[in-house]
């Protein structure tokens, strides 16, 4: 029997994430696939919880992972095996640190698309990645926000 396709999804919260998130939903349903979607927190918040004497444990962000994911599968969701994971630190190596945790086929992900001097002083969001399916979407109210 074949083993089912691992798609893994990182998520920012952005519409252009967001629309990464529907290709990614697209492509485990059409290979009846598993789709694991991330999201990784500032370990700011986190240290700052700590400072308040609460242990940080993600419970809000995955709550509202949940809501989000729920709102952007519509009626697929909870039918594509979905899991949620949430992490603290520095996204490129908590992505990648769960991507070898649990070893995934591809990694769906949207990118701000930066180039030039910008891409040299902010640098790339993750090192080469293969297999990785990276696009930029227009998302008007970004760009309108923006202007």
């Not at 989000?68 to 009626?75: N, P, Q, S, Y």
């Not at 969701?77 to 949620?84: F, I, K, M, V, Y």
């Not at 070898?100 to 090192?127: K, Q, W, Y």
Request: aromatic share 6%.
């Amino acid at each position: 029997m074949p083993r089912r396709v691992s798609v893994l999804c990182p998520i920012d919260f952005s519409g252009a994430s967001l629309g990464a998130l529907r290709y990614a939903a697209a492509i485990a349903e059409r290979f009846d696939g598993e789709l694991t979607v991330m999201t990784v927190e500032d370990p700011l918040l986190a240290s700052m919880d700590a400072a308040a004497g609460e242990r940080w444990h993600g419970g809000e962000t995955r709550r509202e992972l949940s809501r989000v994911v729920a709102d952007v599968l519509g009626r697929r969701s909870g039918t594509l095996g979905e899991r949620l994971e949430v992490a603290s630190g520095r996204p490129a190596e908590e992505i990648l640190r769960l991507a070898n945790e649990h070893p995934c086929d591809l990694i769906v992900m949207s990118t701000h698309g930066l180039t030039g001097r910008r891409r040299l002083f902010f640098g790339a969001p993750l090192p080469p990645l293969d297999p990785a399916f990276s696009f930029r979407t227009e998302d008007r109210a970004e760009k309108a926000a923006a202007s």
